[in-house]
């Protein structure tokens, strides 16, 4: 009787230790999360043309932080997402109103914004770096 009070101790505290890891690494996720804007809603406008910018694209970060402007252009090396320019920069100097600091965040807003693209054209886009 007591070695099956042992094994069911011992089967109960092995299976508190997993499910302590769990959670662990659900609060891990969920502190990561914290720290990363999310698109939380994404506007496609495209337009006929036959230039390189195909649709222009409105984005929501974290339902706090809006991005217009943006252009969604077909480049050499496939689609791209161009951010607005500061019309006071001279014409070979060109100069982003704004624009992602780290690339997670460039390619995370890239990634959602051509894939809105692509579900309004009704197309696979091919992209340049992403």
């Known amino acids: 009787m007591r070695n099956e009070h042992s094994e069911e101790t011992q089967k109960c505290q092995a299976e ?16 990561q999360s914290k720290n990363k804007l999310q698109c939380t809603n994404v506007a496609v406008y495209p337009f006929k043309s036959d230039g390189k910018t195909k649709a222009f694209a409105r984005i929501e970060l974290n339902g706090q932080l ?3 402007g943006l252009r969604i252009v077909n480049g050499v ?24 600091l780290c690339k997670e965040l460039r390619e995370h807003i890239e990634q ?10 009704g197309e696979a886009i091919q992209t340049e770096g992403v």
């Not at 689609?79 to 982003?96: A, G, L, N, T």
């Open 16 to 31: 508190i230790k997993r499910l302590r890891a769990v959670v662990n690494a659900l609060n891990e996720k969920i502190e």
């Open 66 to 68: 809006v991005l217009t």
């Open 77 to 100: 090396n496939g689609y791209f997402v161009s951010y607005p320019i500061d019309p006071r920069s001279k014409e070979e100097d060109y100069h982003s109103i704004y624009y992602p």
């Open 112 to 121: 959602a914004i051509l894939a809105k693209y692509a579900e309004i054209a």
